[in-house]
Structures are given as structure tokens and as C-alpha cells.
């Protein structure tokens, strides 16, 4: 999921608002292994294309949000609760260290085969306020017979 685009997995037949729905719980299941007190920024998910398929049939959806610990020595605490919790519940942890900006940003990247799913985490800790940036996003799905994939 959030390997090479070929690596994208048929995550099967669905409308965009359906799979959008299904995508917001999966970020609201991360959210709960966050164990710390603080606040989620409230998105919505959005559609996007398939990698190297027709996108008039096949769609992903990507679920961008953010975490703002209550304080700010707590944003550690929440990364290192997601690295210990994420692989409990069927998540798979395929990197993890810093990035290559100037900030050196921690980030957490992990595949769900069982969700057909995706998260990307950045620890965004001289940020004003600090934060973890989440970004889930689905397999490639398959709009129904006689369906449009609808955009938003």
C-alpha cells in the first residue's frame, strides 16, 4: 500500500463514499491507539486515482489529518504508543526513523493487509504547535457495474 505503486492491492467493489466511510474509521481506529490526551483535526477523506489504471472504474481513498497532543511533551509519548500499538492490531511497520528534511522529522510508515490500507505518521515536533501528521490511504478499489467513481 505504501510501497511502489504496483504494490497497491485490489482492496475490492465499492462506492467512493462507502470506501471513504470505511477509510475515516480506520484513521479513527489509529486514532484510538494514540493513548494520550489531545485533539484530531477534523477532514474528511478525499478520492484519488489508481496508479496506472482506468479512472473512471478504480479509486483510492486518502484520509489526511493531524494530532495535537494537549501538551506538547506528550507528542513522543504519542509516536512511540503508535510504534508499540500499530503492530498489535495487524499493522505492519515497513519504516521508521527520521526523514531527510532539515528538521529530521520522525516518520512511521505501515501496511494493514487484512484493511488493504496504508498509514504514513510524521512526528512534526518543532512545528508551533508540535504534531503528528497521518495520512491513511486504501487499496485500489473497483467502482460497482453501472456506478461512476465520484470525486470529492
Not at 504519542?78 to 520522525?106: C, F
Not at 504534531?131 to 456506478?147: A, I
Amino acid at each position: 500500500m505504501t510501497g511502489k505503486d504496483d504494490d497497491v492491492p485490489y482492496a475490492g467493489t465499492s462506492t467512493s463514499s462507502d470506501a471513504a466511510d470505511a477509510t475515516e474509521r480506520i484513521s479513527s481506529g489509529i486514532y484510538d491507539l494514540i493513548g494520550v490526551e489531545g485533539s484530531a483535526s477534523d477532514s474528511r477523506a478525499t478520492v484519488t486515482e489508481c496508479p496506472g489504471k482506468d479512472p473512471d472504474r478504480y479509486f483510492r481513498v486518502l484520509h489526511p489529518w493531524s494530532f495535537t497532543p494537549a501538551s506538547s511533551s506528550d507528542l513522543e509519548a504519542a509516536m512511540q504508543q503508535l510504534r508499540e500499538s500499530l503492530p498489535r492490531h495487524g499493522w505492519k511497520i515497513v519504516e521508521y526513523g527520521p526523514d531527510t528534511s532539515k528538521n529530521k522529522n520522525l516518520r512511521l510508515t505501515a501496511d494493514n493487509d487484512a484493511k488493504k490500507a496504508g498509514v504514513h505518521i510524521v512526528q512534526m515536533a518543532k512545528d508551533n504547535p508540535p504534531m503528528l501528521s497521518v495520512d491513511v490511504v486504501s487499496g485500489c478499489y473497483q467502482v460497482p457495474d453501472g456506478q461512476e467513481v465520484e470525486h470529492f
